[in-house]
T-cell receptor, first 113, second 117 residues
């Protein structure tokens, strides 16, 4: 069965520190992978996506993610976190057949001044 | 980038009434739209796939007579919560992707917060 796991429910980092949010997936075929960010009471904004090709993908707001097939992972990274990055982050895997997205449980990021 | 809107952004209704939520793709056509439900501090749960010109496909456990979906045009899908009850109170979010781009990027609306009294 297809699934997405985000092991960390809540992460707190200091402003300026580096960040890595973990995502593991289970999918039978080559996955389409996404990271979305959600601010309180808002919809989801796409940070980045992986379909094929270069396994290190760059996104908006200085985020990047690396697809590692051998580890079934798609971890999100940022070298220096800003206070405005505090939000909920969702990893998702997409079906190339149906277009459906399966979301992980989400990781809440808190940024300390 | 592609923009998806939802209306209303929030709605309060009495128990037993019906509520309609609109999802529009503003600058692209979408033969398929998706409806999600999100409880506080939880992830998004896919409710149904809305198909233009045909019946919606509902996920297991979602009552199709309770959550009526109509996708009458390539830019509009509506979700009607019929005979709403307090347990239907939630955050409802739609998404859409450009037609013919199955499995590719979905763009999300800003969500509709429903409170049933």
């Amino acid at each position: 069965a297809q699934s997405v796991t985000q092991p960390d429910i809540h992460i707190t980092v200091s402003e300026g520190a580096s960040l890595e949010l973990r995502c593991n997936y289970s999918y039978g075929a080559t996955p389409y992978l996404f990271w979305y960010v959600q601010s309180p009471g808002q919809g989801l904004q796409l940070l980045l996506k992986y379909f094929s090709g270069d396994t290190l993908v760059q996104g908006i707001k200085g985020f990047e993610a690396e697809f590692k097939r051998s580890q079934s992972s798609f971890n999100l990274r940022k070298p220096s976190v800003h206070w405005s990055d505090a939000a909920e982050y969702f990893c998702a895997v997409g079906s190339s057949n149906t277009g459906k997205l399966i979301f992980g449980q989400g990781t809440t990021l808190q940024v300390k001044p | 980038g592609a923009v998806v809107s939802q209306h209303p952004s929030r709605v309060i209704c009495k128990s037993g009434t019906s509520v309609k939520i609109e999802c529009r793709s503003l600058d692209f056509q979408a033969t398929t739209m998706f409806w999600y439900r999100q409880f506080p501090k939880q992830s998004l749960m896919l409710m149904a796939t809305s198909n233009e010109g045909s019946k919606a496909t509902y996920e297991q456990g979602v009552e199709k007579d309770k959550f009526l979906i109509n996708h009458a045009s390539l830019t509009l899908s509506t979700l009607t919560v019929t005979s709403a009850h307090p347990e239907d109170s939630s955050f409802y979010i739609c998404s859409a992707g450009p037609s013919g781009a199955r499995g590719e990027t979905q763009y999300f609306g800003p969500g509709t917060r429903l409170l049933v009294l």
